[in-house]
């Protein structure tokens, strides 16, 4: 077990970093977020066919890197801290471990060659465990049904549907654009990974995959999504330390600088705790995540039910210890309260993820 | 992938191991003659130079040493009844002592013969060590010291004793101190037993009327004991233990045991927060993992002093809820007889006991408070409070 970043890990977190630095400043994610393209596709093609990302989890047999959750975690922490508006979790991290479940083939090598975007039709807040979506059924060879909040979905071309046959869970693959699909954008809490409801009235699909092979591929993609999601996490949690410190050292009152008051000291220093177990956990998830070890789902649930209230805790903290100025639109701490409360509920809230935990650790609940 | 540095002397180190279980076979050799050999193999804390119980080679391969040994079956020097001695005495003796005190005290030190004890704290000196006003006066050879110190444990047992004191009370705090080695049998050392909120005594008060020391039991310059002691300060947070804690070590392991051989006293409620304390604690564990792999890459991080905070807390918080989930049973104490033991044992007792003694996780050690100032200082980089002390002697400061 490595907790710490590899060398490989750094130095993909500089390219990443040093791209977002120069494209996705706080000031541009807050110009775009109420335009009519709230995701940014120029950068996206950059991270995801220049720098590789949306390669990471596919198998070089695909056409992808063959890297690991470990290496996706590192390009999440850095797209938490620029909270990019970019399709990173539905495409490269959801619908592309559904794929590899079911070894879809020629989807993946375009995921991989980043000339496709995909997601996963499920409400976000679907987490690892949920009973197998019933939205969307298979009739007549055509899928019907309705799926509500789906993330990254405004800019996908594939769907990676789960739907219900006649003989039970399928997984099926739709293409975007399709008369018979309406993807309907959504007034959604977080500005920089927006929603939208499907509805979808005889769509014509590709079968992936049938009872059994679909529901694992899904859970293996929640549970994944849900791992991941906490080095996203992570990453948010670090700019609004990072950010809260800076201002306390520059804004004055009383003649000294807020931050020499040991009543907000204090606070940023409990966040810096929490910080630290975040880290531990988030890294042991991937770390799981990424060699198959057996403890994956206690690491997984580790990680979500912790990170998530980590990372809100600090979006809370930055914008009261801004202030005033933390209350305006102005300023981009909302940005990141809307993400972290929003990554709360997306894959499992921590109180879903904790009632998974329980006969896994066995500490089973009231008889 | 991370590189793994292959420290020096690995090689050396398994055959010095080798050549003492030789020499001296666990099963047949006496527990202190043990002891003392492996000192004199340079196998107590390899870190250390040689002829003083080291090698001088990297720290992290004293786990090696240790996980041979042990798996040898050979006696430790109970490590748990000596803390202080092994991380505070020793680090401070190694960089400010004389030859002769680095002689005359490592080795029984290691090998838990003489047992040490700290006089730092006094009833008007917590948080701010820097304002202790023990008084040392200089008489020719000797000094004669006069004050109270408190929160002393092990001062019962202790053969030795580390003590800061006020030497200079006509300059500023942290400029008028100097640091001592204190024979605890010398004549005007009278140590009472400090009774604390569990009705043990595991803390003493210790007097000090006119006790004489030789100038030659003074480590580090005179005025200069603040340096000494921080440096002392320094080893207590940096002093891990030795191996990774498996999954449900600790206080979590006793609550959860607790949770599963108790099934009609668990409510929804409690089962929640028991979940969460459980994760925090896995954490905690995870955190501690990854600070040993930092120093084994040879890049240690500040991490310590956050993962002091969380176990302060979840200590606090675990054994609360033990108490308020046993219902009936946590109306009752096991023992409120005032006892002294040479060791804290949250587990050899009660919950009542472990939900008592772990308020003492927040303030032992440093307060959580104080952690906290030197996290946002040192860590995050605030700024410090405005200081009203910094500049005037130590004698015209209000107390």
Redesign the interface.
């Known amino acids: 077990?490595?907790?710490?970043?590899?060398?490989?890990e750094d130095h993909l977190r500089s390219s990443v970093g040093d791209l977002l630095a120069d494209r996705c400043s706080p000031t541009q994610v807050l110009a775009r977020c109420e335009t009519d393209k709230p995701y940014d596709l120029d950068l996206w093609r950059t991270l995801a066919a220049d720098v590789g990302a949306a390669a990471l989890l596919i198998p070089e047999s695909h056409g992808g890197h063959g890297a690991t959750a470990r290496e996706a975690a590192v390009v999440l922490e850095e797209l938490g801290r620029f909270v990019a508006p970019v399709p990173f979790l539905g495409s490269a991290v959801l619908a592309t471990t559904a794929l590899v479940g079911c070894s879809a083939d020629t989807l993946l090598s375009a995921l991989a060659a980043g000339e496709s975007t995909a997601t996963l039709a499920i409400a976000l807040s679907m987490g690892p465990g949920s009973p197998f979506p019933s939205g969307v059924r298979v009739d007549g060879g055509t899928l019907h049904g309705r799926v509500g909040s789906v993330a990254d979905a405004l800019v996908a071309d594939v769907l990676v549907v789960p739907a219900v046959g006649p003989d039970g869970p399928e997984l099926h693959a739709v293409r975007l654009p399709d008369p018979a699909v309406t993807v309907t954008p959504v007034v959604s809490l977080d500005l920089t990974r927006p929603i939208a409801d499907l509805t979808l009235s005889g769509a014509t699909s590709e079968r992936l995959a049938g009872p059994g092979a679909a529901e694992s591929a899904v859970d293996s993609a929640l549970r994944t999504g849900a791992g991941l999601l906490a080095s996203e996490q992570l990453g948010l949690a670090e700019w609004c330390?990072d950010s809260t410190?800076a201002y306390?050292?520059e804004r004055k009152q009383f003649g000294?600088?807020v931050?020499?008051?040991?009543a907000l000291?204090?606070r940023?220093?409990?966040v810096?705790?929490s910080?630290?177990?975040?880290?531990?956990?988030a890294?042991?998830a991937a770390d799981t995540l990424a060699t198959g070890d057996p403890d994956t789902p206690?690491a997984v649930?580790?990680a979500a039910?912790?990170c998530s209230p980590v990372a809100v805790r600090a979006a809370e903290e930055c914008i009261q210890l801004h202030g005033g100025i933390g209350m305006t639109w102005e300023h981009p701490a909302h940005l990141y309260l809307k993400r972290a409360k929003a990554d709360e509920i997306a894959l499992g809230t921590p109180?879903r993820h904790?009632a998974n935990?329980?006969p896994l650790?066995?500490?089973?609940?009231?008889? | 992938m991370t590189q793994t540095r292959q420290p020096v002397g690995v090689e050396e180190v398994r055959r010095r191991v080798r050549e003492l279980l030789a020499a001296h076979d666990p099963a047949t050799t006496d527990r202190l003659e043990f002891l003392r050999a492996r000192f004199d193999a340079g196998l107590a804390w390899v870190h250390f130079p040689p002829g003083l119980g080291g090698l001088g080679v990297p720290r992290e391969l004293q786990t090696i040493v240790d996980a041979e040994l042990e798996a040898a079956g050979a006696p430790d020097n109970d490590p748990r009844r000596i803390g202080i001695g092994l991380g505070m005495a020793a680090p401070t003796i190694l960089q400010f002592g004389t030859g002769e005190q680095k002689q005359r005290f490592l080795r029984p030190l290691w090998t838990g013969e003489e047992v040490w004890c700290q006089l730092f704290s006094e009833p008007g000196a917590g948080s701010d060590l820097a304002s202790a006003g023990t008084r040392a006066i200089r008489e020719g050879d000797e000094w004669r010291v006069t004050g109270q110190k408190v929160w002393t444990s092990s001062a019962h047992n202790a053969r030795w004793a580390i003590l800061v004191t006020r030497s200079d009370p006509d300059v500023p705090k942290h400029l008028g101190m100097t640091y001592f080695i204190c024979d605890m049998t010398a004549p005007g050392v009278e140590v009472r037993p400090l009774r604390q909120i569990t009705g043990e005594a595991e803390f003493n008060e210790v007097f000090l009327t006119d006790v004489r020391i030789p100038d030659s039991l003074r480590l580090g310059d005179v005025g200069d004991g603040w340096r000494v002691a921080q440096a002392t300060l320094m080893n207590e947070r940096v002093a891990i233990g030795g191996r990774p804690m498996p999954r449900e070590g600790g206080m979590i392991g006793a609550v959860a045991g607790t949770w599963r051989t108790h099934p009609a006293q668990r409510t929804a409620a409690t089962h929640d927060r028991l979940i969460q304390l459980w994760v925090e604690s896995e954490a905690l564990r995870l955190a501690g993992i990854r600070l040993r792999q930092q120093l084994a890459a040879g890049t240690p991080g500040p991490d310590g002093s956050a993962m002091k905070l969380s176990f302060a807390r979840l200590a606090q918080q675990l054994s609360g809820l033990e108490l308020e989930f046993l219902g009936e049973v946590g109306l009752r104490y096991d023992d409120w007889t005032l006892r002294r033991p040479d060791r804290v044992d949250f587990f050899g007792r009660e919950p009542g006991y472990r939900y008592l003694r772990a308020k003492g996780n927040s303030i032992e050690g440093g307060t959580s408070e104080i952690l906290r100032n030197i996290i946002s200082e040192r860590v995050l980089g605030l700024p410090s409070e405005p200081r009203v002390d910094k500049d005037v002697p130590w004698k015209d400061l209000p107390r």
């Open positions: 077990m490595n907790l710490l970043y590899t060398d490989v330390l410190v306390l050292k000294r600088p931050g020499s008051f040991q000291k204090h940023v220093a409990d810096w705790e910080l630290v177990l975040a880290r531990a956990a890294r042991y206690v649930g580790v039910s912790l109180g904790r935990l329980a650790i066995n500490l089973p609940g009231p008889e």
